[in-house]
Structure formats: C-alpha cells, structure tokens
C-alpha cells in the first residue's frame, strides 16, 4: 500500500447491505477491442513490493469502460434509488487529508503515527468529502467509497469493477508500454497530483487543490479521462506482488483470494518525490472496507 496516498486499512468488519438491481448506467463507454499487451512496469520505475514485474503478455477479449469515474452525481442518483449507507457512513468515519478537513477538531477521531497527514474524521464520506459541513461537486469522482461500495454500485448497475488487466490497457489507450496515457514523459500539466511539498504544501500548478471534475485535462487514445491522478480506482482483483510471475495469458483475474483489493492510477496526493504512482503499471492496494478522500472507481461492462 503507497501510505503517502493512502490511509492504513481500518480495523474494522465491513457493513454488508443488500441492493437491488434494475439501476441505469449513465456514464460514458469506451470501447476497449479485443487485444493482446505487455502488462507491467517496462522502465524499472516500480517499487519492488508493488510487484509491477515481470512484464508479460495478457489477451483481453473486447469490453467497455466508463470514460469516467462514476461521480457523485451518478452515486447521489444510486443512493437515491437503494437508500444504500456507505461503509463511511456505517462506520461514523473516514480518511481526509489533514489540508482539507474541514469542521470541528472534535471531529478528529485520531491520525495514523505513521501517516500523520491522514485524519479519521466523524462525518467525512463520498457526499461531505472533506468533513462534516462541506459539499461535494456533482461533476468531481464519488470518494470516501469502499471496495463493498463499489461492489454494491455495480449490483444495482448491472456492472462490475475492471479486472487490473482491464485497467491497465484500458489506461495504455493503446499506447505499448509507455509510463503515462500520452507518452513517457510528465511534460506539462496532463494530470491531477500534487505540486510543490508533499505533505504540507501544494502550488496547485494542476488547476486543483484536492479533485478535479472528472473531464479535465485531455483523454487518452481511447476515450477514458484521468486514468492517472485525480483518484485511486478500485479493482475487481485481490491484490498480490508476485501474481504476475504467475498470471494466465487469457484474462487474468487475479489470486483466488488475499486480504487487500488492488488500487491503480494514482491520485492528487501522489508527488513524485514520495509516491510516484501516477503511471500506467503502478500497483497499489488496500484492505476492501477502506474509504479514504482519494479513492473512486469506474466500472466496466
């Protein structure tokens, strides 16, 4: 797990609730055709406990991905339909970046020692993202939304989350073994991630303090905005750092099971000083009732 852009795994059991199905997926598709790729870190950019190597070839057959993160307009309409609580909202709490609470400090409920940038705070969830009193933007990516979450979105959508391999070639766009969506080099502002001192001070040279609307900056080749930065995007995968020395060629799905679900694209916390997980093969993971202010999902058909 990258602990700058992510809290520790809470101890905490999830909050199962059923949903009901029938729901209508609004969002944009991107058709991804059916193709072969080289997964995985080409550059030696990963760390080695991301498991980003070897790289291998995987066939995907055809499918379509959101062009965006779901966004909270597309969650409010979700919980609108099912009265779903997130596991945030079960729970009382969830992760906010220390610079953009907002509310009373008796609504901190603690920090991580080893992350002390993240606050446990009553009241943040996917609509107050930064604690209690504050609004979130219908166009921004839906936060402060587990793995669970995620899962019960899709239930009622009729979708499912993209399978890692899914993810990375939909965000390649492409584009064989480059590190970014557009190319190999960070020219320019292509993405949302932090600009100056992490984890005390950002020049917002991006446009963003924290989220971006999820049509910033330009689409990759394929159509999908924001693959990197912006949020962390759940996948359908458990998460495991030697699993590529061992992955099918055909569809991989990842390991039968584990205690983390995998994470990929970086966020607006990632700096390239601390975190440099804004690529396309970076890995990241967490355990699957974590809600934290950066993390989102997209969903696939």
Same mark, same amino acid.
């Given at each position: 797990m990258?602990?700058?852009?992510?809290?520790?795994?809470?101890?905490?059991?999830?909050v199962?609730?059923?949903?009901? @199905?029938? %729901?209508?997926?609004? =969002?944009? !598709? +991107?058709?991804?055709?059916?193709q072969?790729?080289?997964?995985?870190?080409?550059?030696?950019?990963?760390?080695?406990?991301?498991?980003?190597?070897p &790289?291998?070839?995987v066939?995907?057959?055809? $499918?379509?991905?959101? +062009?965006?993160?779901?966004?909270?307009?597309d969650?409010?309409?979700?919980? /609108?339909?099912?009265?779903?609580?997130?596991?945030?909202?079960? $729970?009382?709490?969830?992760?906010?970046?220390?610079?953009f609470?907002?509310?009373?400090?008796?609504? &901190?409920?603690?920090?991580?020692?080893q992350?002390?940038?993240?606050?446990?705070?009553? %009241? /943040?969830?996917?609509?107050?993202?930064?604690?209690?009193g504050?609004?979130?933007?219908?166009d921004?990516?839906?936060?402060?939304?587990?793995?669970?979450?995620? !899962? +019960?979105y899709?239930?009622?959508?009729g *979708?499912?989350?993209?399978?890692?391999?899914?993810?990375?070639?939909? /965000? *390649? %766009? @492409?584009?064989?073994? =480059?590190r970014?969506?557009?190319?190999?080099?960070?020219?320019?502002?292509?993405?949302?991630?932090? !600009?100056?001192? $992490?984890? &005390?001070? #950002?020049?917002?040279?991006?446009?963003?303090?924290?989220?971006?609307?999820v049509?910033?900056?330009?689409?990759? /080749?394929?159509?999908?905005?924001?693959?990197v930065?912006?949020?962390?995007?759940?996948?359908a995968?458990? $998460?495991?750092?030697?699993?590529?020395?061992?992955?099918p =060629?055909? #569809?991989?799905a990842?390991?039968?099971? @584990?205690?983390?679900?995998?994470?990929?694209? %970086?966020?607006?916390?990632?700096?390239?000083?601390?975190? #440099? *997980?804004?690529?396309?093969?970076?890995?990241?993971? #967490?355990?699957?009732?974590?809600?934290?202010?950066?993390?989102?999902? *997209?969903?696939?058909?």
């Amino acid at each position: 797990m990258s602990a700058c852009c992510q809290p520790p795994g809470p101890a905490r059991e999830p909050v199962p609730s059923a949903v009901p @199905g029938g %729901g209508v997926h609004l =969002l944009e !598709q +991107a058709l991804i055709p059916a193709q072969t790729f080289a997964m995985g870190d080409a550059h030696g950019d990963g760390a080695r406990p991301d498991g980003e190597t070897p &790289v291998h070839a995987v066939h995907l057959e055809a $499918f379509s991905i959101d +062009a965006t993160p779901v966004t909270v307009a597309d969650f409010a309409r979700f919980v /609108a339909a099912t009265g779903y609580r997130t596991e945030a909202e079960a $729970f009382g709490y969830s992760a906010v970046f220390h610079l953009f609470f907002t509310g009373s400090p008796d609504d &901190v409920l603690g920090r991580p020692p080893q992350t002390p940038w993240w606050l446990g705070v009553r %009241g /943040a969830d996917w609509a107050h993202p930064s604690g209690p009193g504050s609004t979130a933007a219908p166009d921004h990516p839906a936060v402060h939304v587990s793995w669970h979450d995620a !899962q +019960a979105y899709c239930a009622w959508a009729g *979708r499912r989350l993209p399978t890692e391999a899914e993810w990375e070639c939909a /965000a *390649r %766009g @492409g584009l064989a073994g =480059l590190r970014y969506p557009w190319g190999d080099e960070l020219d320019g502002v292509r993405c949302n991630i932090w !600009q100056g001192t $992490f984890p &005390v001070h #950002n020049t917002f040279e991006d446009g963003f303090r924290a989220t971006a609307p999820v049509r910033s900056y330009e689409p990759n /080749a394929y159509g999908l905005w924001q693959p990197v930065g912006n949020v962390w995007e759940w996948c359908a995968d458990w $998460f495991d750092a030697g699993y590529y020395a061992r992955s099918p =060629l055909e #569809n991989p799905a990842g390991p039968a099971s @584990g205690s983390a679900r995998v994470l990929r694209g %970086g966020s607006y916390l990632c700096h390239e000083s601390y975190c #440099n *997980r804004y690529r396309n093969a970076a890995r990241s993971s #967490n355990t699957p009732d974590s809600s934290m202010g950066n993390a989102g999902f *997209r969903t696939v058909a």
